[in-house]
């Protein structure tokens, strides 16, 4: 449980996604709580620990040593680690997940001519509105969008929270583009933390109305309201693959934190207590 000081202090300086705990809270429904420079979260069974320290100074040894006092105080059946670099800790298996944040510079920013032109024609077609819930257009783009996408089970659950996202976290901020005819084509959402960081968090575009340029216009828009909120960077969420990543660099953001995954199940906490009271290790054809 945070305080609110904690609260505070965790939205000051949150600069990727998962270290905005109202966010996480919203679509795991996990609780979070702070340890030292790193936020983690508790759910049922499940511990999740976000190894980006919010000041950006501390180091493996740091996040080692919250490793060792949360697994010791919780004992979950799995744990989850995403980190900028997997420590060699406690059994702790990466999934093979490799993949980067990307971040764009805010001040002094300025389009290219490419994206330019892209906007400007995109806003002959799109008109841009913010609202400030999900509505029956938006539920029914989303529905269309998680069936006519092969998306992990993660991504699916991801987006049905979405709607609750919204509703409950005041700081994020809705915006849509509608065509001539009045149909929803895309939105996105974001949030603004408190202090110099803003988060493009979601995209939804229309499979079967698409208008070239929406997810540019929905961009500008966007990076328009951060710096209305005197924000210095966006961060745009991961490279998912070639062509998102090609879509941020062209908007001039680029790779600036690795993201890696890993993971421990119940059946490695015996050589993990034993590194952590004893320091040696159960030998690996042992299991508990």
């Given at each position: 449980m945070l305080s609110a000081a904690e609260a505070l202090h965790i939205a000051s300086h949150a600069w990727v996604p998962e270290q905005l705990a109202d966010y996480v809270t919203a679509v795991s429904g996990k609780e979070p709580f702070l340890v030292g420079d790193f936020v983690c979260y508790r759910g049922e069974g499940v511990l999740v620990v976000v190894g980006y320290p919010l000041s950006q100074t501390s180091g493996k040894q740091d996040l080692i040593?919250?490793?060792?006092?949360?697994?010791?105080?919780?004992?979950?059946?799995?744990?989850?680690?995403?980190?900028?670099?997997?420590?060699?800790?406690?059994?702790?298996k990466p999934t093979g997940v490799c993949d980067n944040y990307f971040r764009l510079e805010l001040e002094n920013f300025k389009l290219s001519p490419k994206v330019r032109?892209?906007?400007?024609?995109?806003?002959?077609?799109?008109?841009?509105?913010?609202?400030?819930?999900?509505?029956?257009?938006?539920?029914?783009?989303?529905?269309?969008?998680?069936v006519g996408k092969q998306l992990s089970r993660e991504s699916q659950e991801?987006?049905?929270?979405?709607?609750?996202?919204v509703e409950t976290v005041a700081e994020t901020i809705l915006l849509s583009a509608f065509?001539?005819?009045?149909?929803?084509?895309?939105?996105?959402?974001?949030?603004?933390?408190?202090?110099?960081w803003a988060f493009y968090m979601f995209h939804v575009n229309s499979l079967s109305r698409r208008v070239p340029g929406s997810s540019d216009i929905l961009l500008e828009a966007f990076i328009k309201k951060a710096l209305e909120?005197?924000?210095?960077?966006?961060?745009?969420?991961l490279g998912i693959?070639?062509?998102?990543?090609?879509?941020?660099?062209?908007?001039?953001?680029?790779?600036?934190?690795?993201?890696?995954?890993?993971?421990?199940?119940?059946?490695n906490?015996?050589?993990?207590?034993?590194?952590?009271?004893f320091g040696k290790r159960t030998p690996p054809n042992v299991e508990s």
């Amino acid at each position: 449980m945070l305080s609110a000081a904690e609260a505070l202090h965790i939205a000051s300086h949150a600069w990727v996604p998962e270290q905005l705990a109202d966010y996480v809270t919203a679509v795991s429904g996990k609780e979070p709580f702070l340890v030292g420079d790193f936020v983690c979260y508790r759910g049922e069974g499940v511990l999740v620990v976000v190894g980006y320290p919010l000041s950006q100074t501390s180091g493996k040894q740091d996040l080692i040593q919250v490793l060792k006092q949360t697994s010791k105080e919780f004992r979950p059946e799995r744990l989850r680690l995403i980190a900028p670099e997997i420590p060699l800790w406690g059994g702790l298996k990466p999934t093979g997940v490799c993949d980067n944040y990307f971040r764009l510079e805010l001040e002094n920013f300025k389009l290219s001519p490419k994206v330019r032109n892209m906007v400007r024609r995109a806003g002959q077609e799109l008109e841009v509105r913010e609202s400030s819930g999900l509505g029956r257009e938006h539920e029914a783009l989303l529905g269309e969008f998680l069936v006519g996408k092969q998306l992990s089970r993660e991504s699916q659950e991801l987006l049905r929270a979405l709607p609750g996202y919204v509703e409950t976290v005041a700081e994020t901020i809705l915006l849509s583009a509608f065509d001539k005819a009045q149909r929803l084509v895309s939105f996105c959402v974001g949030q603004m933390g408190a202090g110099d960081w803003a988060f493009y968090m979601f995209h939804v575009n229309s499979l079967s109305r698409r208008v070239p340029g929406s997810s540019d216009i929905l961009l500008e828009a966007f990076i328009k309201k951060a710096l209305e909120h005197n924000k210095r960077f966006l961060n745009l969420g991961l490279g998912i693959n070639p062509g998102v990543s090609f879509f941020k660099k062209k908007w001039g953001a680029l790779p600036f934190a690795p993201y890696r995954e890993a993971g421990l199940t119940r059946r490695n906490w015996r050589s993990i207590l034993e590194l952590i009271f004893f320091g040696k290790r159960t030998p690996p054809n042992v299991e508990s």
